[in-house]
């Protein structure tokens, strides 16, 4: 069964250090997402992704993120420079369409620690 | 703004019993989805069943239901039969007509006791 993969699945960074989170979506689908989870929060929407361009984004979303699909397969979340509050589950997610039926497939989840 | 309330923080329920997770919603788009997803201790987010709101009957998945009141905007999910492997975060989702983003709700702790 297709499933949606990340890398890494934990990463440890220095504040002010730039990651990148990566994500391969399931091969036929159209639409990727990152989503973010603060430990004991609920799940966040950070940004939408089609046709190379974002689609829709949320204020999280601000100038210190950045996403890109480099190649054919992988999906990539860039945080420029790192904040202690970035600490979270970072999520990626796809799916066939962007209608209101249509289900979004999660990753298993990259856990991002900030020090 | 869409906004999902999930009131029920933890529930414990012994294996083999049914379970509903409560799930209301507000929304004033007459087009709209709702999700439900299984979160384990390991992270990952499982979906488990999808109901439309133009859909004339509950979405049923193996055990898994969900009780649909348009009117009441709830959309309770139902666990049958549960078991062990059932114990997680359920969160309860929703997705309108021309939005890309699933709303989540902060998400019930279900612990299943032997």
């Known amino acids: 069964e297709p499933e949606v993969t990340q890398t890494p699945s934990h990463q440890v960074t220095q504040m002010g250090q730039e990651v990148i989170l990566r994500c391969v979506p399931i091969s036929n689908h159209l639409y990727f997402y990152w989503y973010r989870q603060i430990l004991g929060q609920k799940v966040e929407f950070l940004v939408s992704f089609y046709n190379n361009e974002i689609s829709e984004k949320s204020e999280i979303f601000d100038d210190q993120f950045s996403v890109e699909r480099p190649d054919g397969s992988n999906f990539t979340l860039k945080i420029r420079s790192t904040k202690l509050e970035d600490s979270a589950m970072y999520f990626c997610a796809s799916s066939d369409l962007a209608y209101r039926t249509d289900t979004q497939y999660f990753g298993p989840g990259t856990r991002l620690t900030v020090l | 703004a869409q906004k999902i309330t999930q009131t029920q923080p933890g529930m414990f329920v012994q294996e083999k019993e049914a379970v509903t997770l409560d799930c209301t919603y507000d929304?004033?788009?007459?087009?709209?989805?709702l999700f439900w997803y299984k979160q384990p201790s390991s992270g990952e987010m499982i979906f488990l069943i999808y109901q439309g709101s133009y859909d004339q009957q509950n979405a049923t998945e193996g055990r898994y239901s969900l009780n649909f009141q348009k009117a009441r905007k709830s959309a309770n999910l139902v666990i049958s039969a549960s078991q062990l492997g059932d114990s997680a975060m359920y969160f309860c989702?929703?997705?309108?007509?021309?939005?890309?983003?699933?709303?989540f709700g902060q998400g019930t702790r279900l612990t299943i006791n032997p």
């Open positions: 929304t004033s788009d007459p087009s709209y989805g």
């Open positions: 989702a929703m997705r309108v007509t021309g939005a890309q983003k699933l709303v």
